[in-house]
């Protein structure tokens, strides 16, 4: 099993910038893809940002540009660094993650399904 606790959700002013960060414990590996999810009220989950062992890395359009993702393997913790921000990205931020085990590498998705394990959420709330 693989516990996602995420932390540094706030409310912040338009433009201004927040750091998500999302910490793994349990059952994890080298090999992985790693992802940050939203949903706003009313509306489907979405995928922001994601990254894969190799280094490969995805975001959806309209965050490219502002929106940063990466990984500690040290301290097996996900960042997603958030700049410029506008009131639409207002909503509930998680984590997700998938671990492999079978000597093979995955390449990066925004697919939730593409996830095992999830993160309890961290509420964004940018203001005009």
């Known amino acids: 099993q693989v516990q996602l606790v995420e932390s540094g959700g706030g409310s912040v002013q338009s433009g201004g910038s927040l750091r998500l960060s999302c910490k793994a414990s349990g059952y994890t590996s080298g090999s992985y893809r790693l992802g940050w999810f939203r949903q706003a009220p009313g509306q489907e989950r979405e995928g922001v940002a994601a990254?894969?062992?190799?280094?490969?890395?995805g975001y959806a359009y309209s965050v490219q540009g502002r929106f940063t993702i990466s990984h500690d393997d040290d301290k097996n913790t996900l960042y997603l660094q958030m700049n410029s921000l506008k009131p639409e990205d207002t909503a509930m931020y998680y984590c997700?993650?998938?671990?492999?085990?079978?000597?093979?590498?995955?390449?990066?998705?925004?697919?939730?399904?593409?996830?095992?394990?999830w993160g309890q959420g961290t509420q964004v709330t940018v203001s005009s």
């Open positions: 990254m894969d062992s190799r280094g490969g890395k």
């Open positions: 997700a993650a998938k671990y492999y085990f079978d000597g093979y590498s995955y390449t990066q998705s925004l697919q939730s399904n593409a996830y095992a394990y």
